[in-house]
């Protein structure tokens, strides 16, 4: 069993649509993160959650929304998505000094497949 | 630009010979982490370089930090399939962000039987 798991691993869905990426950490960490991985392009980072709250929205668009509701659990809504939204999405856990995040080194998912039809 | 530029993008070799893939930037890292991706898999922490000229080996793979901490690379030898994936580095700059961890595109590397 992974220390980070995601569920679903793989989603199909419509421009329409409304669904939700789950992310669940075992491992005790204080910051959990959601990151978009499109072909040809680095890890972009999407949003920070230290202590259940958010420190950190990379100019993500309002159709992505966060939620955080304890240190173990992160979801991402989705709403209204674009085909250009097709990516895999990956959850990462760390421990983290609270006065630095994001330093530290991640614990990653198996990552969830989206395609937006 | 990309703040980290990995080389070569893609590389594909026979088992049993060497290969070693680079990580460059012109900011100076306070440390840099590699991670290895498997399909379909999340990425995987493999090790982290913190002081420059660091030198850490796993197994087969080894890790370089350049002596300036601007520059990286991964060295493995006599390569088996299963060492087949994407190898990611990340670092945080020392200057000029916000201490966000930032990724390279990766080094897609294909070992064949």
């Known amino acids: 069993e992974t220390g980070v798991t995601q569920t679903p691993r793989h989603l199909v869905m419509g421009m329409t649509n409304k669904k939700s990426l789950k992310c669940e950490q075992h491992?005790?960490?204080?910051?959990m993160y959601w990151y978009k991985q499109s072909a040809k392009k680095p890890l972009e980072l999407m949003f920070v959650?230290?202590?259940?709250?958010?420190?950190e929205n990379n100019s993500v668009p309002s159709r992505f929304s966060p939620e955080c509701p304890n240190s173990s659990h992160l979801f991402l809504h989705l709403h209204t998505l674009q085909p250009e939204d097709s990516a895999l999405y990956l959850c990462?856990?760390?421990?983290?000094?609270?006065?630095?995040?994001?330093?530290?080194?991640?614990?990653f998912g198996e990552g969830s497949r989206l395609t937006v039809l | 630009t990309q703040l980290l530029e990995q080389s070569p993008q893609f590389l594909s070799i026979q088992e049993g010979e060497n290969l070693t893939v680079y990580c460059n930037s012109s900011?100076?890292?306070?440390?840099l982490q590699w991670y290895r991706q498997e399909p379909g898999e999340g990425p995987v922490l493999l090790v982290t370089?913190?002081?420059?000229?660091e030198v850490k080996k796993l197994k087969r793979l080894t890790f370089q930090f350049g002596d300036a901490r601007k520059d990286s690379s991964l060295h493995i030898t006599a390569a088996q399939p299963g060492d087949t994936g994407l190898y990611l580095c990340?670092?945080?700059?020392?200057?000029?962000?916000?201490?966000?961890?930032?990724f390279g595109k990766g080094n897609q590397v294909v070992v064949i039987p």
């Open positions: 959650y230290s202590l259940e709250e958010r420190v």
């Open positions: 990462a856990s760390s421990q983290e000094r609270l006065a630095v995040l994001n330093t530290g080194e991640l614990f």
């Open positions: 491992l005790g960490h204080n910051a």
């Open positions: 990340a670092g945080s700059p020392l200057e000029g962000g916000n201490n966000r961890l930032a």
């Open positions: 370089v913190v002081t420059g000229g």
């Open positions: 900011s100076v890292f306070s440390s």
